[in-house]
Structure formats: structure tokens, C-alpha cells
Nanobody, 122 residues
Framework: QVQLQESGPGLVKSSQTLSLTCIVS??????????WNWIRQPPGKGQEWMGA???????YYNPSLKSRTAISRDTSKNQFTLQLRPVTPEDAAVYYC??????????????WGQGTQVAVSS
């Protein structure tokens, strides 16, 4: 059974860096042709795809966030990481990681993490 678990701080100060990690079990992030995605949902708003890292290590970003976002991976730990800098209060959201056969297409996602709430203090 494939499971994804997000981890990171629940509170970040504005202008600092948000770093979240998605720990994957039951599958290898470097095999099987999958894409490993980050998605967020601000309160009262819809979901927003942020970016992804492919099984090959290639990265893909939402153009609106690309200048502030970096996604990396640690294959030895089977986990991938999202960094967002600098954060603003508008970055407060529930952040999810998800596995998919594609990226930026929620219909392609078959496993989601439970999500982690991130607040931003001014």
C-alpha cells in the first residue's frame, strides 16, 4: 500500500522560507514512471497545483509560483521536498503531496497525503 505523509512546520514567519517534506512508503519515487506533486488549498479557495518532481528527477512548476518554488528529492530516504520563499500571509493553506501518472492534472493522481496546515505570521 502506497502512503504519503507530509511533514513540516505548522507556522512560518512572513518573508521566511517554508520547507515541507513528503515521506513516501510502499513505492519508490525514482521508479515506475510516476510524478510526485505538491498541491495547496488556501482557506475558502480551490486547490492550486504548485509543482512536481518526476521519477527521472525532472521538475515542473506552476508558472505563477516558479520564481519562489523549489522541489527536490532524496532518493536514499524516498522523500521529496517543497521549498517556498519568501512566504507571505497569502501562502497560508493546507499543503498536500500526491502521486500521479502526470502532473498538474488531478485526475491523474491516485494517492494523496493527508495534508498539513501551514499558517503564516506577519
Amino acid at each position: 500500500q502506497v502512503q504519503l505523509q507530509e511533514s513540516g512546520p505548522g507556522l512560518v514567519k512572513s518573508s521566511q522560507t517554508l520547507s515541507l517534506t513528503c515521506i513516501v512508503s510502499g513505492d519508490s519515487i525514482s521508479a515506475n514512471g510516476y510524478y510526485w506533486n505538491w498541491i495547496r488549498q488556501p482557506p475558502g479557495k480551490g486547490q492550486e497545483w504548485m509543482g512536481a518532481i518526476a521519477y527521472s528527477g525532472s521538475t515542473y512548476y506552476n508558472p505563477s509560483l516558479k520564481s519562489r518554488t523549489a522541489i527536490s528529492r532524496d532518493t536514499s530516504k524516498n522523500q521529496f521536498t517543497l521549498q517556498l520563499r519568501p512566504v507571505t500571509p497569502e501562502d497560508a493553506a493546507v499543503y498536500y503531496c500526491a502521486r500521479g501518472k502526470g502532473y498538474n492534472d488531478y485526475t491523474e493522481y491516485d494517492v494523496w497525503g493527508q495534508g498539513t496546515q501551514v499558517a503564516v505570521s506577519s
